[in-house]
């Protein structure tokens, strides 16, 4: 009388009765079905390792969000205070880079206003006078004024 | 990061589900700290237990990404009272449940089914110095195992792959998947009658 599938199964899974387990020891036609099956599950799990490494390999690394990977509190904090200090340091290094006015330099940029000596106001409004002297020249600029010729406006006819 | 594990859980890594204190011991938590190495050290088996759990290579590929990003993203709620290696074993199972329910997953499986090339999987069984004939008649048995593996159910092949490629025992197999430990047993026997019917090792 050999082991019935279900104590066979038992002894494979790791659960055989003692009964079993007396039995397989002196059976070998027993004892050879276990050992089949046995062997044959651990040629497919090499086989499968093999495989699934090999895929593995080829695989991508895993994408982890930034706010996965965690920082310290300290390096944050001091991160923060380095930021702050940047924010605060960057007008004030502007400011004193920036080079005085020069006479004779048109004031350009319209965040100068506070600094435009009465000189570049000046300039700045003949130039404006210049403009608009050339968008509408039928109106009589006072162009001796600029240095300009008195052309005749054919040219622009 | 030196958290112990509780001396009153239960060992069910290397017991049977039997209650025995546990030495308290510091957990492993720069193990999961590092990104690249549970890819190095863990993929490769978690990619082969979704495979053969799900039947589709390329959908385990995707499942084991996510268990490996999730664990690393998790990593804090790991408590010690399991392996590394069961704790994302039990995170790849939620995440292929949460997989098969998708309506996603039932429009991919109409669209593209790719199945688990059994002779390519075969071609890898190392060679460890044996003959050709017998290495033909082992290819030839992990042939045959895994077709065996492919025709049994979802639950089936889960549970097969969890104690005989994963090495659990029953009663962390039935905790990790949520499931009565006699219909673990079930499970178990059905894969295995299955699989001897297959190798022809029969009553």
């Not at chain 1, 199964?9 to 079993?20: H, K, Q, R, T, Y």
């Not at chain 2, 995707?62 to 268990?67: G, V």
């Not at chain 2, 069961?86 to 996603?104: P, Q, Y």
């Not at chain 2, 033909?136 to 092949?157: D, F, P």
């Given at each position: ?52 490494e ?66 570049q ?37 | ?37 549970l ?22 590929e ?12 998790g ?6 009272d ?27 499986k109409?669209?593209?089914n ?21 290495q ?22 889960t ?23 006699n ?21």
């Open positions: 009388m050999h082991l019935s599938e279900e104590a066979l199964n038992d002894v494979l899974i790791g659960e055989a009765s003692p009964a079993a387990a007396s039995h397989l020891a002196g059976c070998a036609a027993c004892r050879a079905k276990v050992e089949q099956t046995g062997l044959a599950m651990q040629l497919f799990n090499k086989a499968s390792l093999a495989w699934s090999t895929r593995s390999i080829t695989m991508q690394a895993p994408r982890v969000p930034a706010r996965g990977r965690h920082l310290p509190f300290a390096t944050a904090a001091w991160a923060a205070v380095a930021g702050l200090l940047l924010v605060a340091a960057v007008p004030v290094w502007r400011h004193a880079e920036r080079p005085a006015p020069q006479p004779g330099t048109m004031a350009v940029s319209s965040n100068m206003g506070a600094e435009d000596s009465e000189t106001i000046a300039q700045d409004n003949e130039l404006l006078k210049a403009v608009d002297a050339a968008i509408n020249p039928n109106e009589e600029p006072s162009l001796h004024e600029f240095g300009l010729s008195a052309r005749p406006h054919h040219r622009l006819k | 990061m030196g958290a112990y594990v509780s001396s009153e859980s239960i060992d069910m890594v290397s017991g049977l589900g039997i209650e025995s204190p546990v030495v308290e011991q510091p957990r492993a938590v720069s193990e999961l700290d590092d990104i690249d190495g890819v190095r050290t863990y993929r490769a088996k978690i990619l082969r237990f979704v495979t053969f759990s799900t039947g589709d290579p390329d959908l385990a995707s499942i084991t990404q996510d268990t490996l990003l999730k664990a690393y993203m990593r804090e709620s790991f408590r010690g399991c392996s590394v290696k069961t704790w994302l074993t039990g995170i790849a199972i939620n995440v292929m449940r949460d997989h098969l329910r998708s309506a996603k997953y039932r429009f991919w109409q669209a593209k790719t199945a688990i090339d059994v002779h390519e999987m075969a071609s890898f069984l190392p060679a460890e110095g044996s003959s050709p004939e017998r033909v008649l082992a290819k030839e048995k992990v042939k045959q195992v895994s077709e065996a593996i492919e025709n049994l159910s979802h639950n089936q092949r549970v097969f792959m969890l104690k005989f490629s994963e090495d659990m025992a029953v009663v962390e197999i039935s905790e990790v998947l949520g499931m009565p430990v219909t673990v047993r079930t499970h178990l026997h059905r894969a295995l009658t299955a699989i001897r019917g297959k190798l022809g090792v029969q009553i």
